[in-house]
């Protein structure tokens, strides 16, 4: 019985591990779009919005701990492929620089930057998907 036990107990820390590390599908879909977005942020927003994403001075606005980007959740999508003309106010501070549309970009790349943006620097709001991309983007003013 005693033998048993030495053999059980290794074989059940192994298994309990093994269903702790496992991550949700919803999980890994995060992960990806965080990563991606990563990869694609310094492609195309980093030169403006600083690695760290606390802007450039007066002239780029930060996404660091950005305001903006809650009060504005449902036209980021519209901004990223559209670009962004006018005063904007972030964290109390105004900007009136233009962001530049970025064409360029699939809506699940959108998706993928906005999730990441959303993320990171002190923000936390979650995944955003490529649907949700999909439908903002027939609404863009």
Known sequence: MKRLMVLLLPFTFILTTFFLSCQSEAEIEYKR????????????????????????GELFPPLKEADYLKKNKNQLA???????????????????????AQTQLAPIEIAEVITYVTNA???????YEVEKVNADLKICR
């Open 78 to 100: 519209c901004i990223v492929q559209n670009g962004l003309k006018g005063t904007i106010s972030v964290n109390g501070k105004t900007y009136n620089a233009q962001m530049p």
């Open 33 to 56: 779009y965080f990563i991606q977005g990563r990869n694609l942020y310094q492609t195309n927003c980093k030169n403006c919005h600083a690695e760290n994403g606390e802007g450039l």
């Open 121 to 127: 620097f002190g923000n936390q709001q979650g995944l």
